[in-house]
């Protein structure tokens, strides 16, 4: 018997995934909070199984070990950072950027250099600040993790990036805080996610929401970033938060791995849609429209456009080229008559289905490798 899957308007609160109504109706009203409370409905699991039942895990634990840096004497804090003449030149140089003359017709038409470079150093510090809480967001889940897997090994390895996500958190808050002048408060479609992955009690569900999908577009937004900033501090913290993110990723694949393939078809449909809903809320918030905000502009006058501007649509697309592979090699595409497929292809990002899986690539992003480059052949 073969599975009916929700709509999506069940899954993501619309029917359509380019609905640009339903996607700006979403907006954090909540600026001033400084707490925010999430029920996270899990039990806590002890095992008295201390044998070591799984070595790939347990590889990566001794990796993680070794791996650990330390922020405040690894990375030079007396860098002077010139924000204007930094996101000038990340501009010039960046295909992250936007086509000024995409936006042709609308109150945008009329920016010229200075307000487009006002606009950059928003942008840059949206997201940073969207990179913080996301951090955050992993800091709870894999605390969560060390609680909830039922595995010996896992909850050892988990404890070790509870320390990573510690340290990222505290690297992005300090390079916000002394370096750009200025933050965000988290974007409301980035919360909603997080909160959807803290609230689900399946254990499986913190590890797909969160290695495999978060840290996947992290891994892969990092490296965009990375490879486009010549900004030394930034450059180096980002190589140093990848290094750490890389192990994070495997350490998702290679469990859920073992998880999924015993899973049923029932069963896998509800990771498919969680997958399909993560991605969604991923790709609503990159369109970053408290920037357009802040900078006078209706995101509903240029977000349409913003979805077919070609050099942010190369980004966009990017930013799922760790996913899609790792979704596959999980099964997740092609169970239950390629309903995950399906809903990439819509997205315009199956095409990454054959680049390299995670579950391995990890080694390559090691402090002392080469830092592999996100766009293929560049
Ligand atoms: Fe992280
Ligand atoms: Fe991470």
Redesign the pocket.
């Known amino acids: 018997m073969s599975v009916t899957h929700n709509s999506n308007d069940e899954i993501i609160g619309r029917d359509d995934i380019n609905d640009i109504e339903a996607i700006l109706s979403v907006s954090n009203t909540d600026l001033e909070a400084v707490e925010h409370v999430v029920k996270d409905n899990a039990d806590a699991i002890f095992t008295w199984d201390y044998s070591l039942a799984r070595p790939q895990l347990r590889k990566l634990y001794e990796k993680a070990k070794t791996g650990q840096w330390n922020a405040s004497t690894d990375l030079d804090w007396d860098t002077e950072v010139d924000l204007e003449q930094v996101v000038s030149r990340d501009q010039a140089a960046a295909s992250a950027g936007f086509t000024a003359d995409h936006y042709d017709g609308t109150v945008v038409e009329k920016w010229g250099d200075q307000e487009w470079l006002e606009f950059g150093i928003d942008q840059r510090r949206w997201t940073l600040s969207q990179f913080l809480h ?2 955050q967001g ?2 709870l889940c894999t605390a969560k993790i060390v609680e909830t897997v039922p595995w010996y090994d896992a909850k050892l390895y988990a404890s070790t ?1 509870v320390m ?2 510690a ?3 505290e690297v992005f808050n300090r390079y916000i805080d002394e370096k750009l002048g200025g933050s965000f408060q988290v974007n409301a479609h980035l919360r909603m996610l997080l909160d959807d992955i803290i609230e689900d009690s399946r254990w499986d569900m913190t590890y797909l929401g969160m290695q495999v999908m978060v ?1 996947g577009l ?1 891994l892969a937004a990092f490296g965009f970033m990375h490879q486009m900033t010549e900004e030394p501090l930034l450059k180096k913290m980002l190589r140093y ?1 990848m290094s ?2 890389a192990r ?1 990723v495997a350490f998702g694949v290679l469990s859920l791995k073992e998880v999924y393939d015993g899973m049923t078809d029932a069963e896998m449909k509800d990771r498919q849609e969680f997958a399909f809903e993560a991605a969604v809320r991923m790709r609503d918030r990159f369109l970053s429209q408290e920037v357009w905000e802040r900078h006078g502009v209706n995101p509903r006058d240029v977000v349409p456009l913003v979805l077919r501007d070609p050099t942010r649509d190369l980004f966009q697309q990017m930013l799922f080229s760790k996913i899609v592979p790792n979704c596959k090699k999980l099964g997740l595409l092609d169970r239950n008559d390629q309903w995950l497929r399906r809903r990439f292809e819509e997205m315009s990002v199956i095409q990454f289905e054959d680049w390299e899986d995670t579950g391995s690539e990890y080694i390559k992003f090691e402090l002392d490798a080469d830092a592999p480059q996100p766009v293929a052949g560049s």
């Open positions: 996301g951090e992993a800091l990036q990573d996500e340290r990222h958190v840290e992290a938060v750490d993110e994070h």
